[in-house]
């Protein structure tokens, strides 16, 4: 306390000189119209500044949320496109039989780490066995095939990256039927190989390739990428096809963890195939 006294005594002219600043700004103000006016003004200015600053914020740190809904948004759309079998969004009005049944559910996931720079590359995501996640579940994004989900955890699951020399997905060309495995054998993180298409296929350059819905990880239609180069070699049955991909792997911050629930049906059926013809 005696301490304080002494601080107040040892500036008690600054606080003088300041409260009659005070005092005399005040009745400036109060009794001079332009003055006045003037005050309110700049007052209502910084007031308006900082709502406006505080306002920015706010939003700001609501991002994370929004991008979360947006992202559920995006997973149930997607869903209801994919079980419908449509793959132009465009068709906006379109409707959807409610007796249909599901089979494919999208899960909005975050990537926390990604390779694109080995032969062998992988993706961390943020989404594990407490989210319903197995193993062989695809992976995809608005743009395109991202990778297969390989090991989960309770907390994340690791997918093999497209970028993967072992990672194979059954590709077709679109409205043309055709189909094989699409391979990464390249060093361009754009450029895949699309096998076993027969000399006879009538492809041609520009045309889209998409997942052919013969495995049990992807629906049929989603977007891979176009055609860039077509060759045959002599003597061979099939094409040489490089494909671009239309997925930026090295830009990945949100996918999609694409959830089979009828995959342990199939692959029952295949089984008891598989042991008759043994």
Request: hydrophobic share 40%.
């Amino acid at each position: 306390m005696l301490q304080l006294i002494q601080l107040f005594l040892r500036f008690s002219s600054l606080f003088v000189f300041l409260v009659l600043e005070i005092f005399c700004f005040l009745m400036v103000v109060k009794y001079n119209q332009r003055q006045s006016d003037v005050y309110l003004n700049t007052v209502n200015q910084f007031t308006g500044f900082l709502d406006e600053k505080t306002s920015q914020v706010y939003h700001y740190f609501r991002l994370y949320d929004e991008n979360v809904r947006l992202a559920r948004e995006n997973a149930r759309l997607f869903e209801r496109l994919t079980n419908a079998g449509i793959r132009d969004t465009s068709l906006q009005d379109s409707v959807f039989d409610d007796k249909q049944q599901l089979q494919y559910l999208f899960m909005p996931a975050k990537v926390v780490k990604n390779s694109t720079n080995s032969n062998h590359n992988y993706l961390i995501l943020d989404k594990g066995e407490k989210d319903g996640v197995v193993p062989n579940s695809g992976v995809v994004t608005e743009h395109g095939v991202v990778g297969i989900v390989r090991k989960v955890s309770k907390n994340y699951c690791v997918a093999m990256s497209i970028l993967h020399r072992q990672t194979k997905i059954s590709a077709r060309i679109r409205n043309k039927g055709f189909f094989g495995p699409l391979t990464w054998k390249s060093t361009d993180a754009w450029m895949f190989d699309l096998e076993d298409i027969p000399k006879h296929a009538p492809v041609a350059k520009a045309d889209t390739v998409e997942t052919s819905g013969y495995s049990r990880l992807f629906p049929k239609g989603i977007m891979i990428g176009t055609i860039e180069k077509l060759s045959m070699e002599p003597g061979s049955n099939f094409f040489s096809i490089t494909v671009r991909s239309h997925q930026d792997m090295s830009n990945l911050q949100h996918v999609y963890i694409v959830k089979n629930l009828l995959a342990k049906e199939q692959e029952q059926i295949e089984e008891a195939v598989l042991q008759e013809d043994e």
